[in-house]
């Protein structure tokens, strides 16, 4: 992504102190002869005279280094796609520290005798590759690469330090990095291949892997599955002596006993590098207002996200005055501010194995906390006195620190003196705050003593790498020998604009005893003190307020532990069913097993076909030589684009006003709509908007410039004035309200419905709201378009699914024809839906920005501005009514699906046909009516993704069977083995099928998870605990593939064959990280009856393949494959003549002799495309080409007190018929799985009531990371029929995403247990996400009755839901 080298002032309330000093010159130091900045890349010497200091690194390395393995994900520390590997020599310990850092957030100027290590110095392809390229390749975990690179480095750093790393130290490693694609288990199982022993498939704790077992006892294999997906021996061994050494120089450097002060200047800004404390001191007088810059983990996303600008920084890091450890046994640890949040981990770790366990539970509460703060990446820059000093709201530490009485010793010029880290510090209070001249040296934490007691308590959406919710530090202290509380202290974070503290409560329960009166009296209490307004920020008001207290009843109840610890005769210990309440879940390294077929042993071994061949693109993902866009080289002239977005849903454009932007820097040009030659409007799909708005987040104007700051900083000098106007719809209930649809209903109906009511034992009726998906591909929207000089004519390369839809878009908004326009896609990022029609739209608005400027224009969106403009799956509403009998038959459903679809037309109306010809899933509802209407609303325009409806729709069908469970009193799963298609059968659209390999999966599924004996122990397991609860689903699938329009599900290839014999194989597909083109080459491959090393595929154009559809609906393989599988056909039967004649000849010289007989070595491929047909009217068609099948059982545990819930086990069973690629398959499976399982489970899109996205970015909206993942996952590709396909095969691509939906039904499973034991039986509404909010707030008890509500129509809430 590309940074600017410049900061501006700019003027938010915020920094109007700083700006006062960047105004004033005389407070800038005077610099005649500034110094470098002196550090290494990959073990070459870069010396920086004119960089400016503040440029974050993976700026630096890809502008200025063209290293682009170095990825821009996010820019705020928070996905780990730009991982690097920072070294550096400790002059005191004579040791070199690696540790892994977010280049996102380092600054240049830090980094001054450091060496940095890219994913491009760890191995290369033109060199050697390293052996955690080589294994993350060779193990699949990766799809797209995007992420690979930050895999490779996070890996390599564990390495570096711990060659022979455990599982949990691997797990650790990866859960600062994010991955959208493969859900986790490939990456960590080839990190684990470098653990002493393999742990690779090693069943809990039996260390017996079942690869190795012929007769596995952890799962029954049927006959001829096959469990290895790569070949361990393949792997080049691991020496970690090879490794580069740290460069001498810099040893020298550090150890210079002539150390000076240094400064450097930039083109803004000044970073000075004190050399001594007194030197700091002495800088702080001078420059009261500039940042002490550590780990800029704070500095730099407010610099970043919030506008914050500093003249001047002073950059401490790694003085020996700050960096110490002392400890003593009476008075504590006292640790140096400088110290990393890792170096503060170790530290605590010493402490707490060399004391006694009651003198160290602070230093264990924090430890606790600190395994899950970010990822490690920022848990090693990030330090201990940037934490205390910044103070976050969310902060995990400052509640236990000062829970734990911990102090601060400052340091000015004047001397020493100590502040507490109390009430009054963490609330700001200028009294209890430091002098502007004064820094922290350290902070002490205490020891804590027999009779008190320190805990730290959190909840956040997901384990790791997640701000809290709410978090907590809380201590007491007894007076000797009793319970009577002499001490208390109550610190909560993420409650209000500072950690807060309740003394009042604390000081009114001192000299009470610890008994459940206190409690009661406590929670009454700290509810009044610490009061969350009902439109506080961050919303979730009513669950923050739970949580208050449900932390405060687990501090109690671990207290009453430890007190019945210390006496078991004087303090009765807590209820036994409480005991599970006291501990989190343990963050555990996934594992799991892979069964598929064997290729038949008779198949030729060059026919790669059913073999799991490493993706085509793996290598390069790994050593970062993959190109995505933004890794194209600078196109000569080439100018950055910044968008200008609404700030309005639905308004009148007053006027534009953009006179101060073109006289800003660097800037050439603001596109508005009038510069569009052509259409402006495409199919209802505005570019630039015109005269009105239609949702917050739409294009008005671009600003293009050299540099992508420039254009950023000029982009808000636009003004824009608005009138709003009325109304404006938001929700599906107002869109219903205005009767504001998209398009008109889409229906389908069997049976008699009205008639079948009336003979049915029961009817219930009820509602199901499912809220949408950000599709958080890891590569933003990225387009490259380059005018050329002759005859109009555009190139653009971009990721996208549809280069057909972008050259249409842009033909149409530059007036040209489409033969001068041309689309080249190579690979992208991770798409999921979100790269078919959103790149037109952006490619059209970025065409007509080269075409105005007549330059080259490199449009990359950061991570907030994709969120916000791209939206994603489509928020649903459902209505249902059920018919059915005691007995759980279901005869009659009658449901109506309404789904959010923004402001335009998009792919709305064929999402809504979709999820409305879906909508039985896998049962027979005899009299059935569904029915389905795309709502327009002023949100931006919701598009395709994975699944296309089915995800949301079918949640509904599994709700309705739920209630119906819960009605007859039965099991979900009797109710839908009594419903399940069985035999040879009809969709309600008439369409037949033979559901066979669904009862497969299904009866497979249930008999090797044991779900029934696992059931049962769950149920022991919930009878024996009150606040944990487990529970167990098991979804059964009948998914569908391609397009209800025959047209849209044909292909085209082009394969030519050079005269030395290697191929090239050409199609319309579009690789998005799901191993198209893997797949086609083996596809070639066996046609061809050549090795796979024979050809090569270079990414799809318009030029090559024309009117390509797009690539999605899981029809990649099945189109393309027939297309090629066409082509290589043709080229044989031409070739066949010269191969009779010489049948033992070579395919070399079968290809000279060809062209030597002048045969064309050129062929198109054509696939007409399945024949499909949806009659609308008559609500019938033979929509599909083929169904998939699959089923899944997923068992959890939820946390009843915080609302999180942990994902124990989950059993896949999926209808592949023929793998073609099983690596690829699965990896497809189990991505989709844990996609599906992050839309179920956390996450979460906030819209503001005025319908502005709140969650632009992964601090707000939160992915599954690798903690989220199973901990233990088994997924077997079922073997069937399916002739219709290439080779048999099915195409898997979205099928797992809703098997993600099992994760969803056990928490309701395990929540009902809950609900169940309180005595609430009423049947309670299922929707999704089930986050912890909901979980927590469905698993009522005394603490959700205690919580002041407040009256909906007294306050306007910081966020609604769209659904
Ligand atoms: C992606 C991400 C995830 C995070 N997740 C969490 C989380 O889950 N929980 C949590 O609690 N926190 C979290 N944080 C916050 C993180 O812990 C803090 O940002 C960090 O500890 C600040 O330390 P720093 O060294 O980077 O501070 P810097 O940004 O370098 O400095 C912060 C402030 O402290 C001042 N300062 C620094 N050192 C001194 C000193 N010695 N004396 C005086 N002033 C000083 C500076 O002047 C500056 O104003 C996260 C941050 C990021 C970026
Ligand atoms: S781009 Fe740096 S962490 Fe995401
Ligand atoms: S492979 Fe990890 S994001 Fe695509």
């Known amino acids: 992504m590309s940074e600017g080298l410049l900061r501006l002032v700019t003027h938010t309330s915020e920094n109007r102190s700083l700006r006062k000093e960047a105004l004033c010159p005389g407070i800038m130091p005077s610099l005649p002869n500034p110094d470098k900045i002196i550090f290494f890349i990959n073990g070459r010497k870069v010396t920086e005279e004119n960089a400016d200091p503040e440029t974050p690194l993976l700026h630096y390395v890809r502008t200025f280094h063209h290293l682009t393995g170095t990825k821009y994900a996010c820019g705020s520390g928070a996905c780990g796609a730009c991982t690097v590997m920072v070294s550096r020599y400790d002059p005191k310990t004579k040791k070199i520290h690696h540790y892994p850092a977010t280049a996102c957030l380092l600054p240049v100027g830090s980094l001054h005798g450091a060496a940095v290590t890219t994913v491009e110095g760890v191995g290369s392809i033109k060199t050697r590759i390293h052996p955690v390229q080589e294994r993350l390749a060779k193990c699949h975990g990766t799809q797209c690469g995007f992420c690979s690179p930050g895999m490779v480095m996070s890996i390599y750093t564990l390495l570096r330090n711990h060659p022979e790393p455990t599982p949990e130290q691997v797990t650790e490693a990866l859960g600062g990095n994010l991955c959208r694609c493969t859900g986790y288990r490939p990456i960590v199982e080839s990190g684990k291949t470098f653990c002493v022993k393999s742990t690779v498939c090693q069943m809990k704790g039996s260390g017996k892997c079942c690869m190795d077992q012929e007769e596995s006892s952890c799962v029954n294999k049927p006959e001829k599955i096959c469990t290895k997906l790569y070949d361990e021996n393949e792997f080049q061994p691991f020496d970690p002596t090879q490794e580069p050494i740290f460069p001498p120089e810099l040893i020298r450097m550090a150890e210079d006993p002539n150390k000076r002060r240094l400064t450097f200047q930039g083109t803004k800004t000044t970073w000075i590098i004190p050399v001594t404390l007194d030197d700091l001191l002495e800088l702080k007088i001078t420059f009261p207002s500039a940042p002490i810059i550590m780990g800029n983990t704070a500095v730099g ?106 102090t601060i010793n400052l340091r000015s010029k004047d001397g020493e003196r100590q502040i507490a880290i109390n009430g009054q510090f963490l609330e700001r209070v200028p009294e209890a705050d430091l002098k502007s001249e004064e820094i922290v040296l350290s902070v002490n934490i205490p020891y804590s003593t027999q009779w008190e007691f320190v805990a730290g308590l959190r909840q956040a959406q997901r384990q790791e790498n997640a701000f809290a919710i709410v978090n907590a530090g809380m201590s007491v202290t007894f007076e000797e020998g009793t319970n009577t509380i002499k001490d208390l202290k109550m610190f909560y974070g993420s409650v209000g604009p500072t950690v807060a503290s309740a003394p009042e409560t604390c000081k009114e329960l001192t000299g009470r005893q610890w008994n459940d009166q206190m409690l009661s009296d406590a929670c009454r209490l700290v509810l009044a003190e610490i009061h969350i307004p009902p439109d506080a920020e961050g919303g979730m008001v009513e669950y923050r307020r739970t949580l208050i207290i449900s932390l405060l009843f687990k501090f109690y109840l671990k207290v009453k532990r430890g007190l019945n610890k210390i006496d078991p005769q004087k303090f009765p210990d ?151 106007i009325e109304p404006r719809i938001i929700t599906i209930e107002q869109a219903l309200e205005h009767n504001s649809f998209l398009s008109g209903e889409k229906k389908i109906e069997q049976g008699n419905i009205d008639e079948a009511f009336k003979h049915v034992d029961h009817i219930i009726e009820g509602e199901v709201h499912v809220e949408g998906q950000e599709h958080f591909y890891m590569e933003t929207q990225s387009i490259l378009a380059i005018p050329k000089q002759e005859d109009k004519e555009m190139v653009l390369h971009l990721g996208t699914q549809f280069p057909t839809h972008v050259q249409e878009f842009v033909a149409g908004a530059l007036n040209i024809p489409r033969n001068r326009v041309e689309c080249c896609m190579r690979r992208a990022g991770g798409a999921f839906g979100g790269k078919v029609s959103k790149p037109s739209l952006l490619g059209a608005v970025c065409a007509v920005a080269a075409n105005k400027t007549g330059r080259p224009i490199r449009f990359i969106l950061e991570r907030g501005d994709d969120m916000l403009i791209t939206a994603g799956r489509h928020p649903l509403y459902c209505k249902y009514k059920i018919g059915f009998m005691e007995n759980g038959v279901i005869k009659a459903a009658d449901v109506e699906y309404y789904v959010n679809g923004g402001c335009t037309p998009d792919e709305s109306e064929m999402v809504v046909e979709f999820l409305v010809l879906k909508s039985e899933n896998a049962y027979h509802i005899p009299n059935f009516r569904c029915r389905g209407r795309p709502c327009k609303t002023n949100l931006p325009s919701n598009t395709a993704f994975r699944g296309f409806g ?115 194989v050409i199609h319309g597909g579009c690789e998005i990280g799901q191993g198209l083109y893997t797949k086609m080459i083996q596809v070639a491959s066996r046609e061809l009856n050549i090795p796979e090393s024979y050809i090569h595929s270079n990414g799809t154009s318009t030029v090559a393949v024309p009117n390509a559809v797009f690539t999605a609906g899981s029809m990649g393989t099945d189109a393309n494959g027939r297309a090629v599988q066409n082509a290589c056909q043709i080229l044989m039967a031409r070739l066949q003549p010269i191969i009779r004649e010489n049948p033992e000849g070579k395919w070399e010289e079968w290809i000279t002799k060809a062209f030597a007989e002048s045969i064309s070595l050129s062929a198109t491929g054509y696939f007409k495309g399945y024949q499909t047909n949806m009659d609308w009217e008559k609500g019938k068609g033979e929509a599909f080409p083929y169904f998939v099948y699959g089923a899944a059982c997923s068992e959890v545990e939820v946390d009843c007190l915080t609302g999180a819930h942990k994902l124990l086990r989950t059993d896949i069973f999926m209808d592949a018929a023929f793998s073609i690629n099983p690596a690829i398959d699965i990896g497809q499976v189990e991505g989709a799985f844990i996609q599906g399982m992050g839309l179920y489970t956390i996450e979460e899109l906030k819209y503001s009531p005025e319908g502005v996205l709140l969650s632009r970015g992964p601090d707000d909206y939160q992915i599954p990371t690798v903690t989220e993942i199973p901990e233990e996952i088994y997924v077997t590709l079922v073997h069937s029929q399916n002739p219709i396909a290439i080779y048999s095969s099915k195409g898997l691509g979205e099928a797992g995403m809703f098997l993600g939906s099992s994760v969803l039904f056990a928490i309701y499973d395990a929540v009902t247990a809950a609900r169940k034991e309180r005595g609430l039986t009423k049947i309670f509404p299922m929707n999704s996400p089930v986050t912890p909010e909901l979980i927590r707030m469905t698993c009522m008890d005394q603490f959700t009755d205690m919580i002041p509500r407040d009256d909906p129509s007294t306050f306007t809430p910081w966020s609604i839901h769209v659904s």
């Open 950 to 1064: 089915y995800p949301q729709a079918t949640v509904v069908v599994e709700a309705y069977i739920n209630t119906v469970a819960a009605h007859c009193n039965l099991l979900p799963e009797e109710v839908k083995e009594i419903n399940m298609f069985k035999k040879l059968s009809k969709t309600a659209y008439g369409q037949t099928f033979n559901p066979e390999p669904l009862r497969r999966c299904w009866k497979e599924c249930l008999e090797k998870s044991s779900f029934h004996a696992r059931k049962q122990a769950a149920e022991e397991f919930n009878q024996k605990n009150y606040w944990k609860k487990r529970g167990l689903a098991v979804i059964p699938m009948k998914y569908t593939i391609g397009i209800p329009i025959s047209f849209y599900n044909q292909a085209a290839a082009l394969v030519h064959i050079y005269l030395d014999g290697s191929v090239m």
């Open 301 to 406: 996303p407010s610099i970043k996200f919030k506008d914050a600008f500093y003249p001047v920084f002073i950059s401490p890091v790694g003085l020996p005055e700050l960096c110490f450890a002392d400890a003593t046994d009476s008075g504590g640890v006292t640790i140096g501010a400088g110290y990393s949040l890792a170096q503060l981990t170790d530290t605590l770790l010493f402490t707490i194995s060399e004391q006694p366990k009651e003198k160290t539970q602070t230093h264990r509460a924090l430890l606790k906390h600190l395994r899950t703060l970010a990822g490690l990446q920022i848990r090693n820059i990030a330090t201990l006195g940037g934490h205390v000093v910044s103070r976050p709201n969310y902060s995990d530490l400052n509640p236990i620190l000062a829970a734990g009485n911990a």
């Open 574 to 724: 807590i209820p036994e069913k409480f005991v599970s309440a006291l501990e989190d879940f343990p963050i555990e390294t996934p594992q799991g097993l892979q069964m598929f077929q064997c290729v038949d042993p008779h198949q030729s071994p060059q026919d790669p076909v059913g073999h799991p061949v490493m993706h085509k693109s793996a290598i390069k993902h790994t050593t970062g030589e993959a190109v995505y866009c933004d890794d194209i080289p600078p196109v000569a002239d080439e100018l950055f684009l910044a968008v200008v977005t609404s700030t309005r849903a639905h308004a009148k454009i007053m006027s534009i006003d953009t006179s101060e932007v073109l006289a800003h820097p660097g800037v050439v040009d603001v596109v508005t709509a009038e510069d569009v030659p052509g259409d402006n409007n495409h199919s209802g799909e505005v570019l630039y908007a015109q005269n009105k708005v239609i949702c917050v987040g739409q294009i008005v104007c671009t600003v293009a410039a050299d540099t992508y700051l420039h254009a950023k900083e000029a982009a808000k000098k636009v003004k824009i004035a608005y009138e709003d």
